[in-house]
C-alpha cells in the first residue's frame, strides 16, 4: 500500500510540474510582417564594390620547377599558346581546402592548408594558380 501512495504521489507531482511548464494553450504562430519593396529611411542598401587588382599575399618565394611545369601543362590543355611570364608568387596559408577560391556546392577540407599562390600572364591576360600541398594546379577564375 505504501508503495502504491508513493507512485501515485510521485505521478501526481511530475502532472503539475508539466502542466505548468507548458505556457498555456497551443496558438497558431503569427506571420513575419511583409517585406517593403523600398529600403527602409535611413538604412543605406547593400552597396558591392568593384573588382580591384588581385595583391600578392604571403611571403614572396621561388617556384618549384614541378609546380612551374604544372602551370605551363595546365595552360597547354587550355589553349592557351604564348609563354607564361611570372607576376608573383607567394607562400600562403588557406584557411581551408577551397585554397581562397572557392566553388560552389563544393565542400572543403576544414583545416588550414600550406601551400601558393602563382600569378603568371600570358600574353596580357592574368591567370591565377593556387597551390595546396601537391603540385596540382588550380586555376582561380573568380
Not at 608573383?88 to 588557406?94: D, I, K, P
Not at 596580357?124 to 601537391?134: A, I, L, N, P, V
Request: proline fraction near 13%; aromatic fraction near 8%.
Amino acid at each position: 500500500m505504501s508503495r502504491r501512495r508513493t507512485a501515485f504521489g510521485a505521478m501526481a507531482v511530475l502532472l503539475v510540474c508539466l502542466t505548468a511548464c507548458s505556457g498555456g494553450p497551443v496558438t497558431e504562430p503569427t506571420p513575419f510582417p511583409p517585406t517593403p519593396a523600398q529600403p527602409t529611411p535611413g538604412r543605406t542598401p547593400f552597396e558591392t564594390t568593384p573588382r580591384g587588382p588581385i595583391l600578392p599575399t604571403g611571403e614572396p618565394v621561388a617556384v618549384p620547377s614541378a609546380r612551374w611545369d604544372a602551370i605551363v601543362a595546365d595552360l597547354a590543355e587550355r589553349g592557351v599558346a604564348g609563354t607564361p611570364e611570372l607576376v608573383s608568387a607567394h607562400a600562403v596559408t588557406w584557411n581551408n581546402g577551397a585554397l581562397g577560391c572557392p566553388s560552389p556546392g563544393v565542400f572543403y577540407t576544414q583545416a588550414l592548408v600550406d601551400g601558393m599562390r602563382i600569378v603568371v600572364q600570358v600574353d596580357g591576360t592574368t591567370y591565377d594558380y593556387r597551390f595546396g600541398t601537391t603540385d596540382t594546379p588550380k586555376l582561380c577564375t573568380r
